[in-house]
């Protein structure tokens, strides 16, 4: 959206502050824009829980909390440079922003073992709009899968267990079978 | 599956066009064997049953186990590693194998038995397959269970089998 700061330049040239100034007409575009795309709005109020803080520094709202076994990355003056590339000269160290501190791996839970195509739909704000948080959400198909993930998989408790399980049907009864005469 | 087929799957789509499907598919066998295997295949129908031709071929896979056998295997994963691992060695695509609580599913992919053999002959050709994994489960110590084909291979050779009492 083109505007212009012509009221504010107009203060510098008086050496005034325009600070009390209030841009009328911007805030008047905006209300416009929200009223004929209200898509815009939508996906604005969906994300907004969602959306992580970009101030990652320690002790920042929103940025986590260091780990003890946390990566720390190596100084810069310890990596090679590139060639052609001049490295800076070094600055104070109070301009020095703090490294960077990755957060650690979370445990992942029965529940976050869905397909990354269902969990990117989960968190994605048209998902909603689209009806896809429903069919991102575990189904009975997926519940089932789960039971059969937790089952032991060393072979002769698998065995055993297929060996065993005759009192429940162990197959669909429809085996498919060549017949005489219909090859 | 080898990670570079699933790096690929990841990226390439199915070709649309049945002619490219087609071509694909018969690329599976060696235009050197292709007329020699359709016509045993074709003279083998003439004279038995699907039945008994289908028991042939079980016996034949049967004995392909047993000329590949497999090394000893702790789990589910290892023994499919193990069986992939002849499937690819060979080009004969791979399995992957799901446990379900009464049943464990063996899902070969890419098998290039109906493309030598055609398509016509499918429903008796994929007993080669049966007596492979019949082979390869007993020697695993599942000699009490039984690997049966749940439907005919499609068109790109995946066949779906299962192990079960």
Known sequence: MKHSDDIVNLFQQFGAKADPYHELARQQEHKLSRERWPLVSAVRDAVADDVPSVDRRAGAPGAPAPQAAAFTPAPASARPA?????????????????????????????????????????????????????????????????QAGSLPADLPSVFARLAGAGDAPARPAAAWQPRKGHP | ?????????????????????????????????????????????????????????????????????????????????????????????????????????????????????????????????????????????AGQLKVVQRAPADAWGCVHLQLAR
Do not use: K, N
């Open chain 1, 82 to 146: 590139p060639a052609g590339w001049a490295q800076p000269a070094a600055r104070p160290a109070a301009e020095v922003p703090p490294p960077v501190v990755a957060p650690a791996p979370m445990p992942m839970s029965p529940a976050d073992r869905v397909p990354p195509s269902a969990a990117l739909a989960a968190r994605s704000p048209l998902s909603g709009l689209a009806g896809l948080r429903a069919a991102a959400a575990p189904s009975l198909s997926d519940a089932a899968a789960g």
């Open chain 2, 1 to 141: 599956m080898p990670a570079r087929v699933r790096a690929m799957s990841s990226i390439v789509s199915m070709p649309s066009s049945p002619e490219i499907a087609e071509h694909l598919v018969q690329q599976q066998c060696a235009v050197q064997w292709r007329g020699f295997f359709q016509a045993l295949a074709a003279e083998f129908a003439a004279a038995l049953a699907p039945e008994d031709l289908r028991a042939l071929m079980f016996r034949v896979g049967a004995r392909f186990a047993a000329e590949h056998p497999l090394p000893a295997c702790a789990t589910l994963q290892e023994l499919e590693q193990a069986m992939s691992a002849v499937w690819t060695r060979i080009d004969w695509g791979w399995v992957r194998l799901v446990q379900d609580v009464a049943q464990l599913d063996i899902h070969h992919s890419l098998s290039p038995v109906s493309a030598a053999f055609g398509p016509d002959h499918a429903p008796w050709s994929g007993g080669f397959l049966e007596g492979v994994y019949q082979g390869w489960f007993e020697r695993a110590g």
